[in-house]
């Protein structure tokens, strides 16, 4: 069982930056694609970004493209969202998910575990 705990969301106003953590419990982590999704209010989750294993890859939504950054630390067994110039539209609660011995990942159905979310809130 692969424990998620995110991090580091808050308010902050458009053209802010934050920088999400989320740290796993288990060793496999070290195996598992990641990904950040996330879901505003009243819409479904979507997916926002997800890196391979050795960090070697990276997928990102085209609205979040030159703005978010993902990376991880597989010795802190933590995977980062670096978000920048936030906007408004960026309000949500942000989930990480990890997928075991998979490849890069844009659905979350693709996903075995998740964190309990940070909400990121961005006012204009």
């Known amino acids: 069982q692969v424990q998620l705990v995110e991090s580091g969301g808050g308010l902050v106003q458009a053209g802010d930056s934050l920088r999400l953590s989320c740290a796993a419990s288990?060793?496999?982590?070290?195996?598992?694609?990641m990904g950040w999704f996330r879901q505003g209010p009243g819409k479904e989750r979507e997916f926002v970004a997800t890196?391979?294993?050795?960090?070697?890859?990276?997928d990102y939504l085209d609205s979040v493209k030159g703005r978010f950054t993902i990376s991880r630390d597989n010795a802190k067994s933590t995977v980062y969202l670096q978000m920048n110039s936030l906007k408004p539209e960026d309000t949500a609660v942000y989930y990480c998910?990890?997928?075991?011995?998979?490849?890069?990942?844009?659905?979350?159905?693709?996903?075995?575990?998740w964190g309990q979310g940070t909400q990121v809130t961005v006012s204009s």
């Open positions: 998910a990890a997928r075991l011995l998979g490849t890069l990942a844009a659905k979350d159905s693709e996903y075995h575990y």
């Open positions: 288990e060793r496999t982590f070290r195996i598992s694609t």
């Open positions: 890196i391979s294993w050795n960090g070697g890859s990276t």
